[in-house]
């Protein structure tokens, strides 16, 4: 969806252009002028930012970040004390592709997600597996902070 925001002046001749009967000629003029160029423009101003599922299974916290597209030569897992981040970038075609875009929905550039990782978490044992276009962080908790069950004794 594409909101346009009109000064003074453009009010007036928006006005006018709503009063004209729209011919065919001019709605087909219109699509082709304005959806690709105002889709394209609209997301390039969206900084990329991949959906993240943060989930706990069997003692371990998971990280799965979906990249399509994005090659694992181009994502860096970063640890700095115990902040875990996500960099990478996802490329478009190249221009010398012989390809011309008619409408860009996907996201592109660089993006980072950080997450702050808790004390529980055993860092030395944190592992990142990519397939499918999805990047997958497997984050061990430490032995002692897993839950045990304690003997009763008589």
Same mark, same amino acid.
């Given at each position: 969806m594409v909101i346009r925001i009109s000064g003074p002046s453009e009010t007036q001749g928006a006005q006018q252009e709503q009063n004209q009967m729209p011919t065919p000629f001019r709605m087909f003029e219109d !699509? !082709?002028?304005n959806w690709a160029l105002q889709s394209a423009i609209a997301k390039r101003r969206e900084p990329f930012r991949p959906p993240v599922d943060i989930l706990e299974k069997d003692s371990k916290f998971i990280i799965r970040t979906e990249i399509p597209g994005? +090659? =694992?030569k @181009? *994502? =860096?897992l970063k640890l700095d004390g115990r902040t875990l981040t996500i960099q990478g970038e996802r490329k478009p075609e190249p221009e010398n592709s012989g390809c011309s875009y008619h409408r860009v929905e996907g996201y592109y550039g660089t993006f980072g997600r950080s997450f702050d990782l808790p004390d529980s978490v055993d860092i +030395?044992? *944190?592992? @990142?597996a990519y397939r499918n276009g999805v990047l997958v962080v497997s984050i061990p908790q430490k032995p002692e902070v897993q839950p045990r069950t304690i003997k009763v004794n008589a």
């Open positions: !699509f !082709f002028n994005v +090659d =694992e @181009a *994502i =860096e +030395d044992k *944190i592992s @990142a």
